[in-house]
């Protein structure tokens, strides 16, 4: 089970971190994601992170101002947000999975948060 925080109203230009906690005891074991979803639009990857958290993976809209890690101690992976833009606004989602692809779709994701909301406007 993921469950998502860390989303909230922000001004542009600023930065905002989510984190993803998972339940369970084979955290490392699972490769992570992160999509959005703004509205009357699909569901869109963000980044993605490997088991160990060497190798990530970026969207080019995002590409240089968000940064994805992950504690495997704490079964927790972030999503750093720098230099928000209003093209942010979305529900941002966790994703996990046993599996960790070079091009990661929406599809090769098994299990998903709930979601938070990242609105960002002035």
Do not use: H
Not at 65 to 86: E, G, W
Request: aromatic share 14%; with cysteine; charged share 20%.
């Amino acid at each position: 089970q993921l469950q998502a925080s860390g989303g909230g109203l922000v001004q542009p230009g600023v930065s905002l971190r989510l984190s993803c906690v998972a339940s369970g005891r084979t955290f490392s074991s699972y490769a992570l994601g992160w999509f959005r979803q703004a509205p009357g639009e699909e569901r869109e990857f963000v980044a993605s992170i490997s088991f160990s958290g060497a190798v990530t993976y970026y969207a080019d809209s995002v590409k240089g101002r968000f940064t994805i890690s992950r504690d495997n101690a704490k079964n927790t992976v972030y999503l750093q947000m720098n230099s928000l833009k209003p093209e942010d606004t979305a529900v941002y989602y966790c994703a996990a999975d046993t599996k960790f692809y070079s091009d990661p779709r929406e599809t090769d994701f098994g299990s998903w948060g709930q979601g938070t909301q990242v609105t960002v406007s002035s």
